[in-house]
């Protein structure tokens, strides 16, 4: 595409100073919040400049903003409710553990909701908006990041990944000990025995972990919510400023839509890109026309950007065409880009590829989590222009490419 270095350098300025705008005008973006619907708004109304109001839309749906991380409550108390419980009848504290544990399962490992119908609710939204072909729509390709914000990780923010990690796998492991412990009680002296020798001490042993499940209760502090300039704003005005380079160049394509989808509570166990998926059943998947989603997640560390082929804990696959085609155009700017997995957590391309649609998600953020993520320390004066940079080339690219000639056959 004839995009000259000045568009594109001129794209990236834009996108910083976006991300400055929104986090000092509207604050913090919490699911479900007015200032995450401020966000939304404002945002579509930078689209509108380019492709106009009448190409863009808003969708709202309600949210639980809460309800996501609200399984970190139920392994806590639950966990120590079965440890006391377990001295009196072993049976019934596996029924506390068994508590402790489905709500995870279903919020954090499948991000279904579950315990949403418990927690408050808000109002959140999607918005849409397309850069029209000259002719006839064949192909479409959609680029997607998510407005709002998350809760702070209270460990992270004051001890960092090291505190951080051992705070979750020592709740794993005291988990797992206790639930072993209770199943051994159970099997060796009945269901309503009562612990003696070797499994009461035991028993006892198990309150050595009480202080971390205590800590694993304040996981999220809900009283302070982080800027989110690389979480996942970058995203979004990566999204945007795509479709303003195309049209400050005067470039329009012949018969391919560019779209912004700009999704509401992600933070939120990807609400909003599941809402998308479940108010609009038949967008991507008309007969006819091509499809393919962009998301993007964290364009912050350009040494570790990747290309997910595998999402939501490593069980969901995203398409392999679109991931190859993010290859392709990687490649093309010098860039030999892997791929990777999301082990623990998901993006909202997950959303979209669970719902037969096709999808990727381009990354860039250290696995070994830094301390500027899901914490006051992600803000607009820790961005990465070199980083953004590269992306929008390879966006750029992407675009040019699918135009062409669609998905890559191999």
Partial sequence: MNISKEKKDEAVEYIQSEIKTIIESYGPRVPGS????????????????????????KQNFSVAPRAFFGWTYFVSIFTILGNAIYFMTPVFSILCYII?????????VFYKPFIDSLFEYGVSGNVLATYKPKGETKKRIVLNGHSDAVYEWHWHHVGGYPLFLTSIITVLVGFIYSLVTSLLATFLQGPLGTPEGWLLYMGIAAFVFTPFYIMFLWFCDYK??????????????????????????????????????????EEAGLRGAKEFCKANPTYGKEEGIETIFITYETLREIEHLVIYNRDMNGITKNDAKVCKLAKNAAQKNGVNLKYGSVFAGATDAAAFSQSGRKATCLAAMNPNVQKYYHTREDNYDNLSPACLSKVLDITIDMIEEFDKNGLPND
């Fill in 34 to 57: 007015k200032n995450e619907n401020d966000a939304l708004n404002h945002m579509r109304e930078e689209l509108a400049k380019n492709v106009g109001i009448d190409n863009t839309i």
């Fill in 224 to 265: 302070t919510v982080v800027p989110g300039a690389n979480d996942n704003l970058t995203a979004c005005e990566m999204s945007i400023a795509a479709i303003k380079v195309l049209k400050e160049s005067g470039i329009e394509l012949e018969n391919t839509e560019v779209v912004a989808l700009i999704t509401g509570s």
């Fill in 100 to 108: 402790a544990f489905v709500p995870m399962l279903f919020e954090f």
